[in-house]
């Protein structure tokens, strides 16, 4: 089976270097600064349209380095898929082709393999080295790579994601490091056996993690200021009719559920999203993405210490331990603070791009302020993922956009 995107020849504007890296050439059309999902989708529409495409970044790396062992994507399978202009390398074709289940919810290991399989296929050639900053010269921009080399591009698509955007509560942010840890921080949670780890929040992932660190052998408090909300028909407890209301809902849900039926619906046209006024939009995405965790979780989170309800009054390091202070009254002692508290999005986060250019740029409260094509107020300087949300909607957080994404910058670039 010919699982390549297509049969046309695909440009070549990069060549393998002495370390099996690959090197830009002087200049290209486009590079695309980060290899997840996103990215790759990108590239792949790209290169499928003749755009001179130079990809970089460790495929899935973000995903490998900053998820838990053992974690499950809330993404369904139908909403999971990393997309390619023929359609021809989703996840039905990948467990086809190497026989696997369809698996829902779907483990972190299988769609990082995933992940592998669509990038050998659809972006074979990718440059691995991280880079280390973008500069604007003139009509053109400067990719500064890690280990010195340069290239030039007429554009720009930053495609990090979530990476550098942890959000650490202020009453927790003078803990020493090893002792206040963000839930990103957290690949393997077996290192937590025999601790006492207290995890702050009440989301998917603060409630996943606290499961995985429980089920690794520590001693878990899940603390929430408010009661955590939890989703789908595995609900403890189900009123009469709940099976059929929950195959209702999955049936009129679109392929990425996130928020409540219908509203649903509306992030799932980021075109419409996007001629909303910024109040309304803003007002949409936040109830979309509203803290909220998988049933599915619940039976295995039994032996979790559940706090509800429960703010965090102090936090002070005594001994090699934390001592925490909550509303009500309480008093715990732990090794170690998780923090499932989410990402708050600032672009000068990255970490590389000139401030002279994030200086420049419209923004939204830290997030660039995009137009047509996912292009920011900078021509040929565009923005997808995590960091577009503010402007198309809350789907631009999850795996599902990749593809509407990929399809809406392909088209403002290659003109078409």
């Known amino acids: 089976m010919n699982l390549l995107v297509r049969d046309t020849p695909r440009p070549s504007p990069v060549h393998l270097s002495r370390d099996g890296a690959t090197a830009p050439t002087a200049e290209v059309e ?9 990215g790759l989708s990108l590239s792949a529409h790209l290169a499928a349209a003749g755009v001179e495409t130079l990809t970089l970044g460790k495929p899935m790396s973000f995903w490998q380095n900053h998820m838990p062992k053992g974690m499950k994507l809330r993404s369904p399978w139908r909403g999971s898929h990393l997309s390619d202009p023929d359609r021809a390398l989703t996840l039905d074709v990948y467990a086809r082709d190497l026989g696997l289940e369809r698996m829902d919810p779907l483990p972190l290991e299988h769609f990082l393999a995933y992940g592998r399989w669509f990038q050998r296929r659809a972006v074979p050639v990718v440059d691995t080295r991280n880079v ?18 340069v290239a030039r591009a007429r554009r720009v698509v930053i495609a990090l994601g979530l990476a550098h955007q942890e959000y650490r509560p202020p009453e927790l942010a003078h803990l020493p490091g090893e002792m206040a840890i963000h839930t990103a921080e957290i690949a393997e949670p077996a290192l937590f056996k025999g601790k006492h780890v207290a995890v702050i929040g009440g989301g998917q992932s603060a409630c996943e993690t606290a499961v995985l660190l429980a089920e690794a052998g520590a001693e878990v408090e899940l603390i929430a200021r408010e009661p955590v909300h939890w989703i789908g028909s595995e609900t403890p407890d189900p009123p009469a009719g709940a099976a059929l209301k929950w195959r209702l809902h999955k049936l009129l849900s679109p392929p990425n559920p996130a928020g409540p039926l219908p509203l649903s619906w509306l992030p799932c046209v980021p075109r419409l999203m996007h001629l909303l006024p910024q109040a309304r939009r803003d007002t949409i995405s936040e109830r979309c993405l509203k803290p909220a965790a998988s049933a599915w979780l619940l039976p295995r989170a039994k032996g979790i210490v559940m706090r509800p309800g429960h703010a965090i009054l102090s936090a002070v390091a005594r001994d090699s331990k934390v001592d925490l202070e909550l509303s009500r009254g309480v008093r715990t002692r732990v090794d170690h603070v998780v923090m499932g508290t989410g990402y708050h999005l600032d672009i000068a986060r990255y970490g590389i791009i000139d401030a002279s250019i994030v200086s420049g740029l419209r923004r939204l409260n830290g997030t660039p302020a995009l137009e047509r094509g996912y292009e920011s107020s900078l021509p040929g300087l565009h923005f997808v993922g995590a960091s577009s949300v503010r402007s198309f909607g809350s789907q631009m957080r999850f795996v599902w956009g990749a593809g509407v994404t990929a399809r809406a910058v392909t088209r403002h670039i290659a003109g078409r």
Do not use: Q
């Not at 486009?30 to 996103?38: D, N, R, S, W």
């Not at 280390?132 to 080399?149: A, N, P, Q, V």
């Open 30 to 38: 486009v590079a695309v600064v980060g290899a997840g999902p996103y």
């Open 132 to 149: 280390s900053r973008i500069e604007h010269e003139g009509t053109r921009f400067r990719l500064s790579l890690e280990d010195g080399e």
